[in-house]
Nanobody
Framework: QVQLVESGGGLVQAGGSLRLSCTAS????????MGWYRQAPGKQRESVAG???????NYADSVKGRFTISRDDAKNTVYLQMNSLKPEDTAVYYCKGLIYALKAYDYWGQGTQVTVSS
């Protein structure tokens, strides 16, 4: 069974940094893509950043230049380095893994809370 476990969330002041980790139960190379999503209270879940098996990345406009997604296949872990955090970045952050096997299968972690104080 595929499991994704996020860690690294917490409370930080505006302008600060956090690094989120998403560790998979097994090799992350089986995922065609992995990504970070977030959901703030009363809002829909939104994509923050993604990284493909080949290492291509994409970012939401709201985090470009501030967040960096990366992967360490040896550690089965995907990271989200978040710098220059703003109060509007406050949300529960989720990791997602996508596997294509005739159809797309999504796997989600349980989420980690990020709170940015002003």
């Amino acid at each position: 069974q595929v499991q994704l476990v996020e860690s690294g969330g917490g409370l930080v002041q505006a302008g600060g940094s956090l690094r989120l980790s998403c560790t998979a139960s097994g090799s992350i190379s089986r995922f065609n893509a992995m990504g970070w999503y977030r959901q703030a209270p009363g809002k829909q879940r939104e994509s923050v950043a993604g990284i493909t098996k080949g290492g291509s990345t994409n970012y939401a406009d709201s985090v470009k230049g501030r967040f960096t997604i990366s992967r360490d296949d040896a550690k089965n872990t995907v990271y989200l380095q978040m710098n220059s955090l703003k109060p509007e970045d406050t949300a529960v952050y989720y990791c997602k893994g996508l596997i294509y096997a005739l159809k797309a299968y999504d796997y989600w972690g349980q989420g980690t809370q990020v709170t940015v104080s002003s």
